[in-house]
C-alpha cells in the first residue's frame, strides 16, 4: 500500500550551503507550522510518496513543491547602490539574472528573487497564509 505524506523543509545558513532540515507535518498550512527553527530564512513544502515492501519503507522523489516561502526583504538595484554594492559585485551580478532583485534574508545573507516566491518579513508573518502551499 502506497501512502501520500506531506513534508516541510527548513533553509538555515550554512558554512558554504545552506543546513536544511526536513520534517513531516500533518498539514501543508503555514499557519499551522508549530515551531520554525529561529535562524531559518526559507521554507518550501512538498510531497512524497511512501510504500513498504517486504518490510522497507521506500521513498519515492519528492513532488508537488509548493511556492517557496523566503523570510527577507526584496532589494533592487538602487537599494543595493545604497548599501555599498556595485558593478563589480557578484550580488549585483545575481540581481542582473534575476529581474534586477535580490533578497536580504533576516538572517542577513542575500537570496536570488524568484518571481513566485511568498516574501514575509518575519516567521510571525505565517499566521497569516491560512491556504494549504
Known amino acids: ?5 506531506h513534508f516541510v523543509a527548513f533553509d538555515t545558513p ?3 550551503f545552506p543546513e536544511t532540515e526536513v520534517r513531516q507535518v500533518a498539514t501543508r498550512i503555514p499557519a499551522k507550522l508549530e ?3 529561529e535562524r531559518t530564512y526559507a521554507i518550501e513544502f512538498f510531497d512524497q510518496e511512501e510504500v513498504e515492501v517486504n518490510g522497507e519503507v521506500l521513498r519515492g522523489d519528492p513532488k508537488n513543491r509548493s511556492r ?3 523570510f ?3 532589494f533592487e538595484k538602487e ?3 545604497a548599501e555599498g554594492f556595485n558593478e563589480r559585485s557578484p550580488l549585483w551580478h545575481n ?3 534575476t529581474d534586477g532583485k535580490v ?3 533576516m538572517t542577513g545573507n542575500w537570496q536570488p528573487w524568484g518571481e513566485d516566491f511568498v516574501i514575509l518579513a518575519a516567521h510571525s508573518e505565517l499566521a497569516r497564509l491560512a491556504a494549504p502551499m
Request: aromatic residues 8%; proline residues 4%.
Open 79 to 81: 537599494q543595493l547602490r
Open 1 to 5: 500500500m502506497s501512502y501520500t505524506k
Open 95 to 97: 540581481a542582473d539574472n
Open 68 to 70: 517557496r516561502i523566503v
Open 35 to 37: 515551531r520554525v527553527p
Open 103 to 105: 533578497i536580504k534574508c
Open 14 to 16: 550554512g558554512t558554504f
Open 72 to 74: 527577507g526583504q526584496v
